[in-house]
C-alpha cells in the first residue's frame, strides 16, 4: 500500500517535472499577450513566418538526441557551412531556387567534413558531450572566422565588391541576400484572410518530419536508439556503437546547415559574424520550450516549442514597454528567458536523473520485505 | 544402423552422455559430441588459473559446471568465447573441438557466429526496447527500400510484425508466458533473464548455451519455470552448461556435472547418484600451501562488543537482506562467502556507505547506519575491500593518505596559529606518524611523500591499515585485506592484522573470500548466504561444512565456540 | 632527446607549443618594431588583472565541480560591490575596500545557491554552471536597469536612472593598487607592484587554505569523493563551500580587473569573461579535476602573454589583425583539449 502511495506520488511529480518548461511559457504568454496590444492575426502570421524560418533547424537536433548524445551545440557547424554556401552564391550571383540549391550543395561537403570531426571529438568525450560540442562550436568559429575574414578574398576568390572589406579581402559583417530572399517561402503563393502562409517552406519541413518518422523506422534509427540507451549492451550485440554516434553527429551538421539556408533565406539579410551562434542557441531554446528533455524529443516537441519560444519573443519586447514603459527591459527579460530556459532544462533533467537513479535503487532493495 | 544410433540417442533419459555405457561404442563410430575440451589450460603472467582440464558435452546435454569463485570457471568460458583478455595475456594451451573442428576464436562474435550463447549475470538488454526488439537486437527482420541502393544496408526500414512475432515464437519455445511488447524498464527480474536467453536461442543455428547463475536473481518458482525451459531446449538438441551455486538445481537440471577447483577438474560424474554434500566438498577442498587452521588456547574475550540484528544493506551486487549477529571484545570475527552473497555488505553497511537498515549497537550505543560519521566517532575503522576506490587518495602523498582520517575526525594533526584563528596541518607531526608506520609495517617507499598510486597493492593495502590504524580504532573491519597483492605480502598484511589484535586488544571483523585466510587468523567464522547469515562455525570445523553453508545446500544451525 | 620528449610529455604538448610561440613573438618583437619594454608592461599588467580571476577557478576543479563556467555570477556580485562603493561616493583605498567589503558578502550568498544547486546535479555541472551564468548575466540586465542607483556619472543623462554600460572609475578608485609602489622603468614599463602583490596576498591565502583541515578535506573530495565520505566527510557541505569561495574570488578578481582597467562594464560585459580564464589555467597544465597555484601563475603569464602580443606583434607583421581570431581558436582549443583528454583518462 505504502509502496503504491509512493509509486504515485513518484509519478505526478515525474509528470509535473517533464512538463514544467512547456506549462511556465504557456502561463507567461497567457500573461504577456493581453499586454503587449497585439492583435490576433498579427501574431498568427508572425508564428507563420517563424515556424518557417526556424522549425527546419530546431527539427536537426532531433537525431542525435536519439543517438544519446543530448542537445548537439555544435549544429552551429553546421550553420556555418551553410553561411559558407550562402556567400559563395551570392558572389557568384546565382539567384532564386537554384541558387538555395547550390548553396546547400556547397554546404554538404564542408557540413558533413566538420560533423565528421565532431563526432570523432564527441567520442573522446563520452559523458561530457554537451559541454564538448558547445566548446567545439566556439573553436569551429574561430576558424571559421580565420577562414571568411582572411581567407575570403585572399586564398578564395570573390569577385563582388560590395561583399568584400573595404580594405581587398574578407567579408563584410552584414551580406543582402537579395537574390534568394523568400524564394523558398513564396514559391507556392498561398494566403489566407490576408495571411501569408510560406507554402513552399512548410513542404520542405513536412517532407523533413516525414523524413525524421522513416527514419526512425530503418535499422539506423534503431541502433541509434540502442546506442543511445545503452552503449555497452549494444556493443556487445555488434552494433558498430561509435560509428553510429558519428553518423548521427554527421547528419545532424548537414541537416543544420540546410536549416541555415532556408532560415537566411527567409530573414533576406545575413550577418557574416554572429547568425550562426544565434541559430544555436535559439533552436535548443526552443526545443526545450517545446518539452523535450536532453534525452528525448518528439516533433510535438519542436512545433511546440518553437511557436511558445517565438510568441514570447515577438510579445516580450512590447509587453515590457507597456508594463514598465521600458521596451529594453522586455528584450533584456527575452535574453534572460533564452538562457535561462536551457539553465532550467539542464538542471531538470540531471536533478531527475538523479532521482530515478536512487528510486531504481530503492526498488532492487531486498530488506525491509 | 540408423535404428541402433537413434535408439542411443534416446536413451534412458532421450540423452546420450559419456556416463552411459554406450557412449565409446558410437564415439567409435562417426558420432562426435558437440563440444570436447581436451588439456586446456592457462596462466596469467605466470599465476596458474586453469590446467589440463579436459571434458566433453553431448548434443542435448546439460552440464553443470560448479566451483567456488576463482576456481577456473570465468577463465574457461572466456577461452570458450575467445575474449581478447585471453589473447592479450599469451593465449591457452590445450585444444578445444566444436562439431569434431577445431575452433580458436579470436572475439566473441565469431563464438556466436558458430553458435555459442552466453547469457551473463548482468543483464544486457536496452531498457527502452520491448522484449521482442531486445530478442533480435541487432538481427532485424528488415525490408528493402530504394534509399539502401543509395546509402547503404543501415537504411533498410525495420518490419516490426515480423519482428515481434519472431520475439513471440522464440519466448515460446522457452514455455514462458511474456508479452513480447513489453518494455524491458518494466518487467520484473525474472522476465528480463528469461527475454535474455530467448535472445540467445533466436539466433539461428545457436547449438550451445552457456548460462552463467541464472538462478541467482530467480524467486524458487521462476528458477523452476527456468529449469523446465532448459530440459526442453535440451530436447530440441541444444547443448547447455550451467553454471550456478544452488547445488540442489545442478542436480536437478542437469545430466552431468564437472567441479572445479583451483583450476583442476575435480570431480566429474553423472548426477542420477550425486549428493550435495559430496560436490559441496569437493568444491571447498583443501587448498595448497596455506597453513592449517589452528585453535588457539587461551582467548578469552570480554562482553558483546557490537550487535547487529536484522540488518539489510543495499549493496549493488552484494546486497545484504537480513543479518543478525554479535562479536565479543578482543575476538577477531570472520566473514566469509561466496561473491556476490552479500558478505562485502555488512561492513560497508555499518560504516554508512551503502543505504543500510536494521538495528547495530556498538558499545551499548545505536550507530546511525546511512551515516559514515556515526561509526568513525563511536571508534570504528574500516579498510575497504575497494582498495583504490574507497581506501586511497592515489594522487595524494603517503603521509596524508595515513594522517587524513584521524585529521577530519579526530582533530589530531593540527595545529593553530594567529591566536587559534587558523587551524593547520601539523606537517611535522604527519610526517612523524608517517615515518612511525613506515616502519612498524615495513612499508616500501622512497619517503613519505611518494605518491600512493606508485606503490604495489600489498604496500598499499599496508597504507590502507596505517591509516585505520592511525585513529587507534576499539574495532577495526577489514575487507578482503590479500585481494590482489603477492603471496609474501599475505602473509605480511595476515600478521600485522593478528598483532594489532593481539597488542591492542582490538576487536577485529574481517570479510574474507578466502576460506583458508578466515581459518588461520579468525576465531569464529560466519558464513553469508543469499543475503544472510548460513550459520557460525569454529576455524576449526570441517571444510565440507563450510562447503554446505556457502552453497546453502543445508542450514546448520548455529554453532557457537565454547568461550 | 628522450629527456626532452619525457620532459614535453610531463609539461603537455600545448603548454609546449604555447610557451614557444609566445617566445617566438618576443624575439620576433624588436624586428617588427614593437618595443620589448612595452610589450613586458602591458603582460605584466594584464597579468594582474587577470590573476584573482583566473584564481577563482581553484577551488572549484579542488573540490571536484570541475571548471567554473559559472564565474559570471561571481563577477556579478563584485559588479554590485564596485557600483555600490561608487553609489557611496568612496574614493581611493577606502573605495576598493568598500567596494570588496559589499561584494563578498553577495558573492558568499550567490555561491552558497549556485553551490546547493551544483550538488543536485553531479556530473553536469559544467553545462549548467555556463547556463547559469549565461542567465544571470540576462537576469542583472535587467536588474541594472530598475535598480536604484542614483550617482549622476553612473546612470544615462536622459533618464536619470538605469546604470550606463560603461562607468569609470578614474574620479573614484583607478588604479590604487596599480600604482601602489608602482615603479617605473621608462616611459612604456612601469611594474604595477601594488596589483601584484594583491594577486600574491590572493594566491597565499588560497594556498593556506588548502593547508587547513577543511582545505585539505575539500581536496580529497575533488581527489576521491569515495575516500572523503568513508573519512567521514560531508562532501555537499565542502562542494557548496568551495562554489562559494570561487564565486568571492571571482567577485574580488573583477574589482581588481577593474581598478586597473578603468572602467566597470556593465549588462553582456561579463558574458563571455568566464572563458578566457577557464582557458588561461588550462594553459597552466590544470585539467578538470586539479588545479594548483602553479597552474594558475604560468597559465595566466602564457594566455595573457599571447593575449598582450598577437596584436602588436602579428598585426605589425602581417599589417592585419587577427589577435581576436587567435585568441578564439587558442583558448577554445585548450578548453577542447582539456575536456577529451580527461575522457581517455576515465575510459582506462
Redesign the interface.
Known sequence: MKNMERDAKFRLDRFLLTNLVPLIFIGLSMVAIPISQFSGSYLVQEMLIRLARNAFLVLSLLIPIIAGMGLNFGMVLGAMAGQIGLILITDWKIIGLPGMVLAALIATPIAMALGWMCGVILNRAKGREMVTSYILGFFINGLYQLIVLYGFGKVIPIRSADLVLSRGFGVRNAINLLGIRNCLDNLIPVSLQGIRIPLGTFLVIGVFCLFIVWFRRTKLGQDMRAVGQDMDVARAAGIPVERTRVVSIVISTVLAAYGQIIFLQNIGTMNTYNSHEQAGMFAIAALLVGGASVARATLPNVFLGVILFHLMFVVSPMAGKYLIGEAQLGEYFRVFVSYGIIAVSLVLYEWRRARDRAYARRSLRGGEA | MAESLKSVIIGDRGILTPSHPSYTEVKGMTMEPLLRIEGVGKAYFGNRVLKDVSFSLARGEILGLVGENGAGKSTLMNILFGMPVIRETGGFEGKIYLDGEEIAFSNPFEALDAGIGMVHQEFSLIPGFSAAENIVLNRESMRNNLLVEVFGDRLRTLDRGDIFLRGRSAIEKLGVSIDADMLVSEMPVGHKQFTEIAREIEKAGTKLLVLDEPTAVLTESEAAILLESMRRLAAEGISIIFISHRLQEVIDACDRFIVLRDGEVVKESGTEQADVREIATAMVGRKMGVEEAREEEGRAFGEAVLTAEQLWVDMPGETVRDVSFSVRRGEIFGIGGLAGQGKLGIANGIMGLFPAGGTVLFEGKPITLDDPRSALRAGIAFVSEDRRGVGLLLEEPIKLNIAFTALQMQDRFLKKSLGGFLTWRDEAAIDELAREYIESLAIKCVDADQRAQELSGGNQQKICLAKAFAVRPKLLFVSEPTRGIDVGAKKLVLDTIRRHNREYGTTIIMTSSELEELRSICDRVAVIQEGRVAGILPPTADRAEFGMLFLGASKVSEKEVAS | MQKLRALIHHVGWPRVIIAVFLLCLFVAAPFVRVRLDASIGDTLVRFGMNGVLVLAMVPMVQSGCGLN?GLPLGIIAGLLGAVTSLELNLTGFAGFVAAIAIAVPFGLLFGWGYGR?LN?????E???A???G??S???M??MW??LPYRNPTMVWGYAGKGLRTTISVQEYWGGVLSDFFGIRFSDFLSVPTGMLLFFGLMCLLVW?FF???TG??M??VG??P??A??????IDRMRTISVMMSTVLGAVGIIVYEQSFGFIQLYMGPFFMA?PSVAAILIGGASVH?ATLTNVLIGTFLFQGILTMTPSVINSMLQ?D?S???R??VS??M??YA??R???V??K
Open positions: 563556467f544547486l543536485k546535479v553531479k556530473g553536469g559544467m553545462m549548467i555556463t547556463y547559469v549565461f542567465s548575466v540576462a537576469f540586465c535587467m536597469l530598475l593556506a593547508h587547513t583541515k585539505t578535506a581536496t580529497a581527489t576521491n569515495d575516500f565520505r568513508a573519512s567521514g566527510i560531508d572563458f586539479k592585419t587577427m581576436e581570431v587567435i578564439i581558436i577554445n582549443g578548453i577542447l575536456l577529451t580527461v575522457a581517455r576515465n575510459s
